[in-house]
């Protein structure tokens, strides 16, 4: 039987550091999504009477949270979370919720209530016209 090739301790650690440099850049990858709304303007994406008041609303397929933080004021705001990009998932009177780290949002204008999120939801332009919410 031949002789089995040594490998040197630099290469190891070397193939190691690659190793972890390819995994971190994969962690933050996330999912596919590009974080950016998919709506066409003057589309359609609720009726005032689904967005509660001091409440809201996640439209995870159009990539859009819609708000109405006091009476007759609707907002609209990236459904992605800041901190690393995770589906928003819950509206109510204490904000808007991301289920990964716990962040939550302001539903007036999308600022940081809580962390560990340090960056505001975009927002994103809409129209009310009637009893219809359109993307501007």
Do not use: N, W
């Not at 039987?1 to 962690?27: K, N």
């Not at 990539?63 to 907002?75: A, I, K, N, S």
């Not at 204490?94 to 962390?115: K, T």
């Amino acid at each position: 039987m031949g002789q089995r090739p040594q490998i040197s301790r630099r290469t190891t650690f070397q193939g190691m550091a690659a190793l972890g440099a390819a995994l971190a850049l994969a962690g933050c990858g996330g999912d596919d999504s590009s974080g950016k709304p998919e709506t066409k303007a003057g589309e359609v994406l609720a009726t005032v009477d689904e967005v509660p008041v001091e409440g809201g609303i996640v439209l995870s397929d159009k990539g859009l949270v819609l708000t109405q933080p006091t009476e007759g004021e609707y907002r609209a705001f990236s459904s992605r979370c800041t901190h690393e990009g995770a589906q928003l998932t819950q509206v109510d009177g204490a904000g808007i919720h991301c289920p990964r780290h716990g962040s939550v949002f302001a539903l007036a204008d999308g600022a940081v209530e809580l962390g560990p999120a340090t960056t505001p939801l975009p927002e994103v332009a809409i129209e009310v016209k009637g009893q219809e919410i359109r993307a501007a």
